[in-house]
């Protein structure tokens, strides 16, 4: 399945990761994810691949649009990576590549870098044989940490042209892979009031804040532990003065679901109750900054995981199913209708954190594993 002549070495890959880890490529530094596409293109054109750049919006980094298979109409897989992270500018001088035993460390060293980089090992790698039967398209983009706000429509009008979707998010520090995500989205909700004097003028005051205390409460009711929906009123900020009563105030608020119907009642509830405040005079605007549908399997799915299962075993790798909280954009292609898995990386953990790892003896087997999938995808 692989070229015998070059086999996997780990410090080669380490030395083709230090480069994407060690440049601070958070989704608001478009210059970093820039550099990111350069270093991807170069390595896809050299094994001859097609690469092509999409710029979506000048405050965002470029989109990779990479394949085998050029002109194609139809392709037989889709493999997505994104090429941002969470982190600020200054990490990466902080906090360079690491490695410790088994373990490296570093800005994105399992969300995604080792992901994007193990990609293109595996098709690099893969027997010419199966390339030669199987139209594949890669898709990098810049901004899967905020939702990818940039990159979705383009995804799903790629994710529409293909049999099945695998992203190379990072594998489970146990080795599960991931067939259900919950779905995930973000309000800003803010309130008007009327300012007035506590002391001397408080009935003519319309306070924010008791408003928004209502809401709170409110959205504490909408809570339900038996479905999954759940939501978080996590950031508030409101007043001026003690003694003034006050006319502005604002909620950040978490909404995370398994079923997108009961998403889209929750959305619809908010709506209601801004048009119908708590307190007669006060305004009310509801902002759904960022959305994901949840992913949830269909029969089309199963087969697919169904074959992930059957190459695992051949390839003597023992792994779970896991239903994992977290979004990527898998969400969006798989509630799209279109089979999609996820966890197809490396094994890590610790996203998002100073904590993150990634585990080194679980590159080249996690690498072995899709050339298995997608030689079986061939045939």
Known sequence: MTDLKTPFSLETYLAELAPLINLDCGTRTPAGVATVADIMTEKYEAIGWQVVRHQFAAECGPCLEI????????YDVMLIGHMDTVFPEGTAARRP?????????????????????????ALKGLDPAVLASLKVLVCCNCDEEIG?????????????????????????????????????AKYRIRFHGKASHAGSALAEGISAITELAHWVLA????????????????????GTGVNVVPDFAEAIVDLRFWSNEEAAAVHDRLGFMANNPFLAGCRVEVDRQTFKPAMRPNGDTEALMALVESAAQEEGIAFNWLEAGGGSDANFTAAAGVPSLDGFGPMGGG???????????????RIRLLQRVLSRLAN
């Not at 990072?170 to 779905?183: H, M, V, Y």
């Open 97 to 121: 590549l690491k490695v410790e035993g088994n373990q490296a460390f570093g800005p994105g060293v399992s969300d995604m870098k080792s992901g994007l980089l193990s990609l293109w090992y």
């Open 219 to 238: 959205i504490n009711e909408q809570v339900n532990m038996e479905t999954g929906t759940t939501m978080n009123v996590g950031v508030v900020q409101g």
């Open 148 to 184: 990818s706000p940039w990159s979705k429509e383009w995804l799903l009008e790629k994710a529409a042209s293909s049999a099945c979707v695998l992203v190379a998010e990072a594998a489970r520090p146990n080795g599960d892979l991931i067939s259900a995500r919950k779905g995930n």
């Open 67 to 74: 394949t085998n298979a050029p002109g194609a109409d139809r």
């Open 351 to 365: 996203f998002h954190s100073e904590a993150e790892f990634l585990l080194l003896d679980s590159i080249e087997p």
